[in-house]
């Protein structure tokens, strides 16, 4: 399928360079790119024979010569790029799409998605399969991309995704044997250009599903009803009367499975990742007394609730990952002390207000990013106090001089990182090597 072609790839981040060298020795194969190549990368796919071209119009290199065109999941569905590639009539994929047919047979594939929530599922997935002693990989939007780790797995392997919208918008004929959704909400909407398309996308975690492949779904979220609605997977769901958590634990099939004791991690968002981890892991292997240890142990993702540090009587809390309004709701719903919010990133037209019914605890708003300015102006309609900081570094300074003991700081900002940052890691790891120099 992928042998002597023509083959153009637009974006040359990890997944691309893996994916060109995946592809390089049998295809007649360009990489570009905006900015240049590491010299490493570049010395290597140059000796694999790839031809690279750096320049600022990408679209002006796809003709209807290219027999597959693999583009970066960043290029936005609703981009020129996008838009000419599909007038020609070219083949469109992403890396994931490529490497699937790389894999070898009878591996079992476990897909997760979802607004919120995916990272932890996928890592818990991931974790506790591995302590169960099962032959498990991690990939997909976390890890290492697919393509460079498909040469590596084996007949028999347990292959843990987590897929993002941007990554299921091209996929083709990638399937999953279990899929999760974790919970749907309004992202991304600049992306694909409506929230039905970004739906539409996540959807596609059922692709070319079977009654044999298994959906695990969630029964209170009414957006993950609606795009299963019609699938022909076997459906499973989570907060319904069979797999629930209430204030004494978590079961499965009506059976206590934890206490809630046994859990490290808190709040009704962990628990319900929790339920879905459990449904996957149940269908590989079971044993009570490794799921207690693992939860017992497992003190959540880096950037998504994170506890950096207690100082002063003061708790910090990276959240960098909430990149949209329902996963720092999320975040506001998870304490009962008074926070130190930071808010803001990416003008996205995100809708604040979405956070209304949430802000009974927040004390104070700090505004960051190229939102700040409307942040502050959201938290004068509030009528909460509020500081436009613009960069991180001015709220942590401002924060320093307000806070008191008892108070949680949470970095939880309902926007992308794109304006400052190359990535929310990178916003993430500025605010925790802040919090790490408090005294």
């Given amino acids: 399928m992928y042998e002597n072609k023509k083959i153009l790839i637009l974006g040359a981040a990890r ?28 010395q290597e796919l140059k000796e694999l024979g790839v031809k690279i071209v750096i320049t600022n119009n990408q679209i002006d290199l796809i003709n209807k010569e290219y027999d597959v065109i693999i583009k970066n999941p960043a290029i936005m569905a609703t981009s020129e790029i996008v838009q000419k590639i599909n007038e020609l009539g070219i083949k469109l994929v992403n890396e994931i799409e490529v490497a699937y047919h790389f894999l070898p047979r009878d591996v079992k594939i476990i897909g997760i998605t979802g607004s919120n929530g995916k990272t932890t599922v996928t890592t818990m997935i991931y974790e506790l399969l591995k302590a169960l002693g099962l032959p498990v990989v991690l990939g997909g939007n976390i890890g290492m991309p697919l393509s460079q780790i498909v040469g590596d797995i084996k007949e028999g392997d347990i292959l843990v995704l987590e897929l993002s919208d941007h990554q299921l918008n091209d996929i ?123 939860f017992e142990k497992f003190g959540g993702v880096a950037h998504r609730l994170e506890l950096v540090r207690e100082v002063n009587g003061v708790s910090y809390y990276n959240d960098s990952k909430s990149t949209n309004t329902a996963a720092t709701i999320t975040a506001l719903k998870t304490f009962k002390q008074p926070i130190h919010l930071i808010l803001g990133g990416v003008e996205r037209n995100q809708d604040f207000h979405d956070l209304d019914p949430y802000m ?80």
């Fill in 15 to 42: 997944s691309g360079i893996a994916v060109a060298k995946l592809l390089a020795l049998k295809n007649d194969l360009t990489l570009s790119d905006m900015k240049p190549l590491n010299e490493s990368d570049e």
């Fill in 360 to 439: 009974a605890n927040v004390k104070y708003i700090y505004g960051v990013g190229s939102t700040a300015q409307r942040v502050c102006e959201y938290a004068e309609e509030m009528k909460k106090e509020y500081y436009l900081a613009k960069t991180l570094e001015k709220a942590m300074a401002k924060i320093l001089e307000n806070v008191e003991k008892g108070d949680v700081v949470l970095l939880s900002p309902a926007s992308s990182s794109q304006d400052f940052y190359v990535k929310f890691e990178d916003r993430g790891d500025e605010f925790k090597n802040i919090v790490a120099k408090i005294k």
């Fill in 172 to 294: 083709i004929d990638f399937k999953t044997d279990i899929s999760v959704v974790t919970n749907i909400s309004p992202a991304h909407l600049d992306y694909h250009g409506s929230y039905e398309k970004y739906k539409k996308a996540k959807s596609k975690i059922f692709n070319l599903h079977e009654s044999s492949n298994i959906a695990i779904l969630n029964k209170s979220n009414l957006d993950s009803l609606e795009i299963s609605q019609n699938i022909r997977s076997s459906k499973i769901y989570f907060n319904d009367e069979e797999n629930f958590y209430n204030e004494d634990g978590i079961y499965i099939n009506k059976e206590k499975v934890l206490d809630l004791d046994d859990i490290l991690v808190k709040g009704k968002h962990n628990y319900e990742n929790i339920l879905a981890t459990l449904l996957v892991v149940k269908n590989f292997k079971w044993d009570k007394d490794i799921i207690k240890a693992y």
